[in-house]
């Protein structure tokens, strides 16, 4: 064990990330505390009170405060930035941190888990947190009549035991060098159990930094600031207003109005503009944020992967940079990994698709067409300039012979409405912090949020194997294969990793290290941010 631990202290010491890190540390079944590496913390100084007013896209007048539901980043912001703490949490620097699980060690096979939970922390009812709320809030995303978002996270998971109040042990049904990881997710928020062996969601009560006072769907939530928080230094502002506003002239306009302190979401055709604005501070934050477009790989013509493969072609992915994203982001290859990732497939080892008319018309007269005429479903939810892109790729493909028409939704229900109903729309997806992750949520056969309705045999089988191999060069030529295989075959154009732009009152004092794995500082601005 000392051998391991002294040769991670090296890799840190020669320039690994500490992401990275930690992930080692995982895989060789090390324990978190012998290689705690927390993020940054907000600066001692920082002051207490007022109110924080937030300006979110995302939000429905479905909302629910079920955790299993959680769709976007406003009841992201309510249920896991305000209201509820999950087991472990990604910081602000992209390593794995101590949440209400204190430690974790995983068996030398990485099946079997023992989380030691946080003493002395409460839930906002004065309840102590306990092993069963912990088995009754993962359990909720269980079981085949479930409709969690978070199943497939879960789906590992084949016993959970109580040892005592404070500690739990998980099985799992494979090894999974990853799971500590995966208890970050935002869907995984701890409820209190109830007698029956539920979790009370209903209540918003949690053990978050704030307490919900109202929750209006699709309109308003107010949360005031928890005294009895167990983090020392966070959760600053005595409360906390989170308000949709979808439209993103009306968020910027309340913005350099003063009626809210932070929008996300920033238009960037007039970025330059707000940059200009007396009292706003716009900031960008690199991440593995992606754009996609998602072709159910069921549903004819997308069925066929040479149509799939002329939609690769007939996009223009340097012009989406510089005129979509106003080069807030990165070129992308149609696969999810980005250059954060662990195990990211470089352009040696795959290289990167152009913009090619030629070959776009060749892969569809290989699909038996001379034209095509297909539909394309957007909305400015799914990301900023969402409309704009899709009529810009609309002009890209109609030299190929491809007919893209453009069809405009409404905001409000798009994620329950459009999402995984409509054969082709626009979608983004915050980046995963592991491979396994993204892959299995997201790409895995049957998955809940298989968004193109994909199944491959060889790329499942490569999950499966990838997931518990130990052997840092085999994982990797693994992973390198699934993003080749999602590259040449997936159903799903992914032409842009983008930045998250967002923009606040310049009477908001930032941390120094801003989270990026989500909006709003990793969804944790409540808790780090305060008034200067």
């Known amino acids: 064990m000392q051998q391991k631990t002294e040769h991670l202290s090296n890799q840190l010491g020669a320039g690994i990330s500490r992401r990275h890190f930690l992930m080692g540390a995982t895989a060789m079944g090390l324990a978190a505390p012998a290689l705690s590496l927390s993020g940054r913390a907000m600066a001692a100084t920082a002051k207490k009170g007022g109110r924080l007013r937030l300006g979110c896209t995302g939000g429905a007048t479905s909302d629910t405060l079920d955790p299993a539901l959680i769709l976007d980043i406003y009841m992201n912001q309510v249920s896991f930035g305000q209201l509820r703490n999950c087991l472990t949490e990604i910081a ?7 949440e209400l699980a204190e430690s974790w060690e995983p068996s030398p096979d990485a099946k079997v888990w023992t989380l030691k939970l946080r003493k002395g922390v409460e839930f906002h009812n004065g309840k102590s947190l306990t092993a069963q709320d912990v088995i009754a809030s993962l359990n909720h995303h269980r079981g085949k009549d479930t409709k969690s978002a978070a199943k497939d996270i ?31 997710d935002a869907r995984l928020g701890i409820c209190p159990a109830t007698p029956e062996g539920g979790i009370d969601w209903k209540s918003g009560i949690g053990t978050g930094g704030y307490v919900l006072e109202s929750f209006d769907p699709g309109l308003r939530t107010v949360t005031k600031r928890n005294p009895n928080y167990w983090k020392e230094g966070r959760a600053h502002f005595d409360e906390v207003e989170t308000l949709f506003i979808a439209d993103v002239v009306a968020r910027t306009n309340a913005l350099r109005s003063g009626e ?105 007269k290989k699909a038996g067409h001379n034209s095509l005429e297909v539909q394309l479903h957007v909305a400015e939810t799914a990301f900023a300039g969402a409309t704009d892109g899709a009529q810009l790729y609309q002009e890209e493909a109609r030299a190929a012979g491809i007919n893209i028409e453009v069809v405009r939704e409404p905001e409000d229900g798009y994620w329950s409405n459009v999402w995984l109903k409509k054969p082709w729309c626009a979608s983004f997806w915050a980046g995963r912090p592991t491979e396994d992750w993204m ?34 060069t085999k994982r990797r030529d693994m992973y390198v294969e699934m993003q080749r295989i999602l590259h040449d075959e997936g159903s ?41």
């Open 439 to 472: 892959f299995t949520q997201v790409y895995s056969a049957g998955a809940s949020w298989n968004e193109s309705m994909w199944d491959n045999e060889r790329f499942n089988k490569l999950l499966v194997s990838a997931r518990s191999e130990l052997d840092e």
């Open 154 to 184: 879960v789906k590992p998971i084949v016993d959970m035991k109580a040892d005592g109040d404070g500690v739990v042990v998980v099985t799992l049904a494979e090894g999974n060098a990853d799971f500590a990881y995966l208890l970050s």
């Open 492 to 532: 799903t154009v992914i032409p842009l990793f983008g930045s998250y732009v967002q923009a606040v009152s310049d009477k908001i004092q930032l941390p120094e290290v801003i989270g990026n794995n989500l909006e709003f500082d990793g969804g944790k601005c409540a808790e780090r941010w305060s008034f200067a």
């Open 92 to 98: 602000a620097d992209g390593s794995l941190s101590a």
């Open 260 to 364: 809210i302190d932070a929008m996300n979401k920033v238009d960037l055709k007039t970025v330059g503009l707000l940059k200009r604005a007396p009292g706003v501070v716009v900031f960008a934050g690199e991440s593995s944020q992606h754009v996609s477009l998602p072709m159910h790989a069921n549903t004819a013509p997308f069925d066929n992967n040479d149509v799939r493969l002329a939609l690769k072609y007939a996009i223009d992915r340097e012009k989406w940079l510089s005129a979509i994203m106003k080069g807030y982001g990165k070129i992308a290859n149609d696969f999810p990994i980005g250059p954060a990732n662990r195990y990211y497939a470089t352009a040696d080892e795959i290289p990167q698709r152009t913009y090619d008319l030629e070959k776009a018309k060749f892969h569809l």
